[in-house]
Structure formats: C-alpha cells, structure tokens
C-alpha cells in the first residue's frame, strides 16, 4: 500500500502532508500529539426570518491525530453544525478553525474545496449511493479523483465485502450499503473521518457491523476517527467523548475502560 507520509512531502495546494522523518511519525511529533483540527471560541448562528438560532455557542476544542472521537449529545445540540464546519462543509458565524497549521475560516474555497477531496472522508446518516453502479464503482467515484487513493477493491475488503464488489445497492442490506458509503470514505486515504450519525438508520446487530468497520479502519490506516452521535452507547468504544449541549462543549473526558463494537449495545 502506497503511503503519502513516506513522500517527502505531498503538496496539495495550501495544503501539505509532512514527511516522516523517523524521528516523527504521523500524529506525533517529539512524542506529542498534535492536533488534526482546532476550533477557537466557534459561534454558528442561523437567521430564520425574525428568528435567530444559536446552533454552537464558542465552541473551542481540539481534534487529535489518531483519536476515535464521539461527539455526544441530544438532537439540537450543535453537533453536526460543528462536525460540519471542522469539515469545510459551513462557515462559523464568528471564531476560527484550523486543519493542522491552516485556517480554515481564512481559506479560499478552491482551498477548502481541495481540503474535502483530499484529506478528509465524510460518511452520513443516509448512504447517498448512486443506485445504478455497482458497490466497486460507487468507491471509484472517489478513487478516480484523488491524488494517492487505494484499490477500490482493497478499500471494501477492509469494511468486509471483497466478496459484494458487483452487487448493485438495491441487492444490498442497509448495513452492507452504509460500508459501501465508509469504503468510499476512505478509499482516497484521508487523514481524518467525519461521521455524522452513520447508524442511526440501523437496526442493534447492523450497527454494531458498522462500528466494528469504523474500529478497523481506525486501527488498521490510523485514521482520526469522529463519529457524532446522540446515542450514549456509542461513546463506550471511543478513546475519547465530547459531549455537547446547548451549542457548548460540556464535558470532554478520555474513555479509560473502552469497549469493542461488538460490545456496544442500546
């Protein structure tokens, strides 16, 4: 498998992946975490006519390399406003963010638009597959535009279906499409993924499929992993929960006593 940390450098516009020099390796440098992302004092407003919405009120936080995260909290919270903005998907209202050493919110949108293709993989609620290609071609759709994708092969064979390349989605269960969807995240290798409630379509044993897919991919590529989510059994498999409430960080505490997917249960 080719690796763009192994490259002395992979330049993507403003955007660059830093070479491994031995003595760093990626998420860590001098034996120091470092941050994927960083919001500071983010506020996110919508005006709806007469009527303004405070969705995150100075939300500051930092997003770890290598974490798996869950952003935990009820419907209303501001969760997926905030997963949103850290993915280059909305603007704050007012505050800044940053992807690595580059501010978002001062970033052009050819930038942000070259962020989202490269180095950040998005998997959603609903798996907005297109229904008349194959499970192979659905993943190509991302591997014939990035820089340094893997095998669209190789990307389902890590969510558990090498074996259901050429099965369209109608000949697939709702699980089986959703690690459609997360193959297609990752197959363009990022360096964080975004989830936004990716079972809350699902019934237990499905979902519990797809979190042990998210685990894998988390373990096997090294991937900053988020996953938001308002269901509170989730957060057992995190290395780390933020909870949210109100537009507002809450709580944000290491997960000591971490539970594997299959495990989790609600």
Known sequence: MADRDACPAAVLGIFTVVADTGS?????????????????????????????????RGVSLELLERQFVVLL??????????????????????????????????????????????????????????????????????????????DGREAL??????????????????????????????????????CDEPTGALDVETGRVVLEALARIHEELGTATVVITHNAAISRMASRVVRLADGRVVADEINTERVSATRVEW
């Open 73 to 150: 909290g009820p419907s209303g919270s501001g969760k997926s406003t905030l997963l949103n903005i850290l993915g280059a998907l909305d603007t704050p209202t007012s505050g800044r963010v940053w992807f690595r050493e580059h501010e978002l919110t001062a970033a052009s949108e050819h930038d942000l638009t070259e962020l989202r293709r490269e180095h950040i993989g998005f998997v959603f609620q609903f798996y907005n597959l297109i229904p008349s290609l194959t499970a192979l071609e659905n993943v190509r759709l991302v591997t014939d535009i990035a820089q340094d994708p893997m």
């Open 157 to 194: 064979g890590l969510v558990g279906l090498g074996a259901r390349l050429h099965h369209f989605p109608s000949q697939m269960s709702g699980g089986e499409q959703q690690r459609v969807a997360i193959a297609r995240a990752i197959a363009k290798r990022p360096d964080v993924l975004l």
């Open 24 to 56: 760093t390796r990626r998420g860590r440098v001098n034996g120091r975490s470092i941050a994927v992302f960083r919001a500071q004092d983010v506020v996110k407003t919508y005006t709806m006519g007469e009527v303004e919405v405070h969705a995150l």
